[in-house]
């Protein structure tokens, strides 16, 4: 497998403390990201590189020559700029098949489980996805349920988006660039000026992952790198790994419980300090997921537009605080009322108490259920948590007076941020 390694980027956040040394180049634990990036590719056997260059070029191409690569090449782009003028420029030295990989974001990620699944789905082209803390400047897409993406919003763009980033990772067969040709001296992105011609033919696929891939592109976000290794909790997001994880209801316990559920996004409330409970988790590289039923939707008191408006509305609170959710399932069901719309990416047909949804992100993410905790707002949340192993933690409500199945949680709290400092306690 040949990968494609971008590192042409000027680094314009970063020159305040890097001014000389492109991004490529920046050192974590004493080593260059690039040489961390390589080192992780040849251990997925991926030992064919082509590295497309710009700024600072020289710098980096004296450092690959210093460093032990059996077959690559260095192309240096004079012409074309920006991602997809960087790939197409380099049309001629690509494989029938290759990963494409930005050298600005610092990675744990197993190559070998995406090539698999892009192989799986015949595509012409995967690109890695996962929520982030700054979902306004990312790119991000959306996808159904079987994963094929149907829209793109850019970054910084007025549009509402769901927290489904592009994280800098693709999976291309040369077909579905073979035709694409830009005007030298124009700045091309791969995002928005190649991923939409995909789009149209119904073959750009979405790779969900909660790994750990980390765009260093500003001060914050480097720091954010270097507090995590420092801290050693980045292993708890390998891919091979069983997690330790949290996963949420979310009426009562992210926001305000109603006796009638939510229907609109007046009556979502989002309660005291979420942001902060849900940003200690993800510095502590600990995945939270929300698994919620939702009958509004097979009531028909809300429609599918309105309940992913509220969905946006907490990832944009969230995201003011750092914080994101990294995947979410909902069953929109009600007794014998199906919910007819099932090309939704995050439907599940498992109503709670069946912790069906729960063991459905276990399975997709490697999490350790007996290890991981439930933080719920009513006994069917807890009773939940318990027939999938999960520690359960209760959050007081109005619902908790209505307590009637008589399952006991773990822990009683007063909020998330309780919840989750007593987590973070327990998994010292």
Same mark, same amino acid.
């Given at each position: 497998?040949?990968?494609?390694?971008?590192?042409?980027?000027?680094?314009?956040?970063?020159?305040?403390?890097?001014?000389?040394?492109?991004?490529?180049?920046?050192?974590?634990?004493?080593?260059?990201?690039?040489?961390?990036?390589?080192?992780?590719?040849?251990?997925?056997?991926?030992?064919?590189?082509?590295?497309?260059?710009?700024?600072?070029?020289?710098?980096?191409?004296?450092?690959?020559?210093?460093?032990?690569?059996?077959?690559?090449?260095?192309?240096?782009?004079?012409?074309?700029?920006?991602?997809?003028?960087?790939?197409?420029?380099?049309?001629?030295?690509?494989?029938?098949?290759?990963?494409?990989?930005?050298?600005?974001?610092?990675?744990?990620?197993?190559?070998?489980?995406?090539?698999?699944?892009?192989?799986?789905?015949?595509?012409?082209?995967?690109?890695?996805?996962?929520?982030?803390?700054?979902?306004?400047?990312?790119?991000? *897409?959306?996808?159904? /349920?079987?994963? %094929? $993406?149907?829209?793109? =919003?850019? @970054?910084?763009?007025?549009?509402?988006?769901? &927290? !489904?980033?592009?994280?800098?990772?693709?999976?291309?067969?040369?077909?579905?660039?073979?035709?694409?040709?830009?005007?030298?001296?124009?700045?091309?992105?791969?995002?928005?000026?190649?991923?939409?011609?995909?789009?149209?033919?119904?073959?750009?696929?979405?790779?969900?992952?909660?790994?750990?891939?980390?765009?260093?592109?500003?001060?914050?976000?480097?720091?954010?790198?270097?507090?995590?290794?420092?801290?050693?909790?980045?292993?708890?997001?390998?891919?091979?790994?069983?997690?330790?994880?949290?996963?949420?209801?979310?009426?009562?316990?992210?926001?305000?419980?109603?006796?009638?559920? *939510?229907?609109?996004? /007046?009556?979502? %409330? $989002?309660?005291?300090? =979420?942001? @902060?409970?849900?940003?200690?988790?993800?510095? &502590? !590289?600990?995945?939270?997921?929300?698994?919620?039923?939702?009958?509004?939707?097979?009531?028909?008191?809300?429609?599918?537009?309105?309940?992913?408006?509220?969905?946006?509305?907490?990832?944009?609170?969230?995201?003011?605080?750092?914080?994101?959710?990294?995947?979410?399932?909902?069953?929109?069901?009600?007794?014998?009322?199906?919910?007819?719309?099932?090309?939704?990416?995050?439907?599940?047909?498992?109503?709670?108490?069946?912790?069906?949804?729960?063991?459905?992100?276990?399975?997709?993410?490697?999490?350790?259920?007996?290890?991981?905790?439930?933080?719920?707002?009513?006994?069917?949340?807890?009773?939940?948590?318990?027939?999938?192993?999960?520690?359960?933690?209760? =959050?007081?409500?109005?619902?908790?007076?209505?307590?009637?199945?008589?399952?006991?949680?773990?822990?009683?709290?007063?909020?998330?941020?309780?919840?989750?400092?007593?987590?973070?306690?327990?998994?010292?």
């Amino acid at each position: 497998m040949q990968v494609v390694i971008i590192c042409g980027g000027k680094g314009s956040r970063l020159k305040k403390n890097y001014k000389s040394t492109p991004k490529s180049l920046i050192k974590f634990e004493q080593k260059p990201n690039l040489k961390h990036q390589i080192d992780q590719l040849k251990k997925s056997y991926i030992n064919d590189f082509l590295f497309l260059t710009n700024y600072q070029n020289k710098k980096i191409t004296n450092f690959l020559k210093k460093i032990n690569i059996k077959n690559y090449k260095i192309l240096t782009d004079k012409y074309l700029f920006g991602t997809a003028g960087a790939l197409i420029n380099a049309k001629n030295y690509l494989k029938k098949e290759f990963i494409v990989l930005y050298s600005d974001i610092f990675i744990k990620f197993d190559f070998k489980n995406f090539i698999k699944f892009a192989r799986k789905k015949k595509s012409n082209c995967v690109v890695v996805v996962q929520a982030n803390s700054h979902p306004h400047d990312s790119d991000t *897409v959306e996808y159904d /349920k079987n994963y %094929i $993406i149907n829209k793109i =919003i850019f @970054k910084n763009s007025k549009n509402k988006k769901i &927290n !489904n980033a592009t994280a800098s990772i693709f999976y291309f067969k040369k077909k579905a660039i073979k035709n694409i040709v830009f005007k030298k001296n124009s700045f091309k992105d791969i995002v928005k000026n190649i991923l939409p011609l995909i789009v149209k033919k119904k073959r750009l696929y979405a790779y969900k992952t909660i790994e750990y891939l980390n765009d260093f592109g500003t001060q914050d976000r480097l720091n954010d790198v270097k507090y995590s290794l420092n801290k050693g909790n980045i292993e708890n997001l390998v891919s091979k790994n069983n997690k330790i994880a949290v996963f949420l209801g979310r009426d009562g316990v992210i926001n305000k419980e109603l006796d009638k559920g *939510v229907k609109n996004i /007046k009556e979502f %409330i $989002i309660l005291p300090k =979420i942001g @902060k409970a849900i940003a200690k988790l993800n510095l &502590n !590289n600990i995945p939270c997921f929300i698994v919620s039923n939702q009958s509004v939707l097979a009531k028909k008191q809300i429609t599918i537009k309105r309940f992913k408006e509220i969905i946006i509305y907490l990832d944009k609170h969230l995201s003011k605080h750092k914080a994101y959710i990294d995947d979410f399932l909902i069953c929109a069901n009600y007794k014998k009322i199906k919910y007819n719309d099932r090309k939704i990416s995050f439907f599940s047909k498992y109503r709670k108490p069946n912790p069906g949804m729960i063991i459905c992100l276990a399975k997709k993410y490697n999490i350790n259920l007996r290890k991981s905790y439930l933080i719920g707002g009513n006994d069917t949340d807890i009773l939940t948590g318990k027939l999938a192993n999960l520690k359960t933690v209760l =959050i007081k409500n109005i619902k908790t007076k209505s307590y009637r199945l008589g399952i006991k949680p773990d822990f009683n709290v007063n909020n998330l941020y309780e919840a989750v400092s007593l987590i973070l306690r327990y998994k010292k």
